[in-house]
């Protein structure tokens, strides 16, 4: 596609449901990076994807938190038994290869209840 | 620790005025340092440094590297209403991550 897609754009969520966030990265991008984005504060790295390995899950808050990336293709970030904390907006950014300037989407805003 | 701090955390200046905005790094095995806009709730990106003392520039912007201080300048000249916004800074490692600052939110009143 032409840019990086995130799905769905708002999602409120009761606390204790898992919740599930899509990121479409744009064609023939190999490198995949999912942050989140709590309100007032930066940006929080979660983990990287060259391809469908993923080299780097060190920025995973809790085992709670997974994610899985189909062929260099879509990337699914799963929140389990979702928390209050758990709020924030969840950013996708894919690069050619992780070597150049990366691209966004426009993210997921997630709102635990 | 892979660190990167952001300074002033917020400015406002009025329509007209240059700002500075700052970032310094410590990121392991350093590749790049990377420049975003953020206005809502995407960074957009404005540039990619990678070899010190070479400004790139783009319309009122422009910025540069210094790899000996670990430093990156943000400038902006004759700032505009829509250059409000939170400015982020990017290190980027040798495995390809990124380790953002928390952003500088600059506000331009007319």
């Known amino acids: 596609g032409a840019g990086v897609s995130q799905s769905p754009s708002n999602k409120v969520t009761e606390k204790g449901k898992d919740v599930e966030l899509r990121c479409d990265p744009i064609?023939?991008?190999?490198?995949l990076y999912w942050y989140r984005q709590r309100l007032g504060q930066g940006l929080e790295f979660l983990i990287y994807?060259?391809?469908?390995?993923?080299?780097?899950k060190s920025g995973l808050p809790s085992d709670r938190f997974s994610a899985e990336r189909t062929g260099e293709s879509v990337s699914t970030l799963t929140i389990q038994r979702t928390q209050q904390e758990d709020s924030a907006v969840y950013l996708c950014?894919?690069?050619?290869?992780?070597?150049?300037?990366?691209?966004f989407g426009s993210g997921t805003r997630l709102t635990v209840v | 620790e892979d660190k990167v701090v952001q300074s002033p955390l917020s400015l406002v200046v009025h329509e007209g005025d240059t700002v500075t905005l700052n970032c310094s790094y410590e990121?392991?095995?350093?590749?790049?340092l990377l420049w975003y806009k953020q206005e809502k709730k995407a960074p957009t990106f404005l540039f990619m440094l990678?070899?010190?003392?070479i400004e790139k520039k783009s319309g009122r912007l422009s910025s540069i590297l210094d790899k000996k201080e670990l430093f990156s300048i943000l400038n902006i000249t004759a700032t505009q209403t829509g250059d409000s916004a939170i400015y982020l800074c990017?290190?980027?490692?040798?495995?390809?991550?990124?380790?953002f600052g928390t952003g500088t939110r600059l506000t331009v009143i007319p």
């Open positions: 950014a894919s690069s050619l290869t992780g070597l150049y300037g990366y691209t």
């Open positions: 064609s023939g991008h190999t490198a």
């Open positions: 994807f060259q391809g469908n390995s993923a080299p780097d």
């Open positions: 990121v392991t095995n350093f590749r790049s």
């Open positions: 990678t070899s010190s003392g």
């Open positions: 990017a290190g980027q490692t040798g495995a390809n991550n990124l380790f």
